[in-house]
Each structure stands twice: as structure tokens, then as C-alpha cells.
């Protein structure tokens, strides 16, 4: 049985920092992608960072480049996020996400088989 779970959302005023955490099981982890996408209420969810478990490589949106840093360690099967100067529009519930290497956008969420439960995270002004 294929399980993520996410943790380490919460409450931060703008400014602030939170780290989240990805632990994968019943899955292959290495040589594939991982993501986390983020959804705020009424709006779709969103790609937010990108990582190839294989190779290391990393991709960000545009909003959160020089902020969030993807990270993994593949001896625990776990995946990160270190988010640094939130910002209230960062407020949203994020979920981590694993799939295939493909080609095409790696942040396109079609390409993901197998999600977390999801994690609030909430920025206040």
C-alpha cells in the first residue's frame, strides 16, 4: 500500500518559516519524481517545487524561487520543503506527490500517481 504523509504545516506570521516533511512507503522512491503542489480555497492546485529523486535535479515556480528550497533524503524515503519568507498569499493546504519520470512539464499534476493527505500551512499579515 503506497502511503505519503505529510507534515509540519501550521501558522506563521509573514515573514516567517516552516519546514515540511514527505515520508513515502509502499513505493519505489528512487529515479522518480517528486513534487509538492499547494491549493488555496477556490482556486486550483498549483505546482509548487519539483524534485528527480534520481538525480537531484529541482525546479521551482516563479513565485517561490529564492524562498522555498526542495530537498530529500533518500535513506529515509522522505522529501522536504523549507519555505523562508512566507507570505500570506502562501497560505493554502500543500500535498507531496510522487510519480514517473516523463517528459514534459514536471509540475503538471496528471503525472502524478499517488498523493499525501495534505498539510495546512497558514500566513498571516
Known amino acids: 500500500q503506497v502511503q505519503l504523509v505529510e507534515s509540519g504545516g501550521g501558522s506563521v506570521q509573514a515573514g516567517g518559516s516552516l519546514r515540511l516533511s514527505c515520508a513515502v512507503s509502499?513505493?519505489?522512491?528512487?529515479?522518480?519524481?517528486m513534487a509538492w503542489f499547494r491549493q488555496a480555497p477556490g482556486k486550483e492546485r498549483e505546482g509548487v517545487a519539483h524534485i528527480h529523486t534520481g538525480s537531484g535535479s529541482t525546479y521551482y515556480v516563479d513565485s517561490v524561487k529564492g524562498r522555498f528550497a526542495i530537498s530529500q533524503d533518500n535513506a529515509k524515503n522522505t522529501m522536504y520543503l523549507q519555505m523562508n519568507s512566507l507570505k500570506p498569499e502562501d497560505t493554502a493546504m500543500y500535498y507531496c506527490?510522487?510519480?514517473?519520470?516523463?517528459?514534459?512539464?514536471?509540475?503538471?499534476?496528471?503525472?502524478?500517481?499517488?498523493w499525501g493527505q495534505g498539510t495546512q500551512v497558514t500566513v498571516s499579515s
Open positions: 506527490a510522487i510519480g514517473p519520470p516523463r517528459n514534459g512539464y514536471v509540475l503538471d499534476r496528471r503525472g502524478y500517481n499517488y
Open positions: 509502499g513505493y519505489t522512491y528512487s529515479r522518480n519524481f
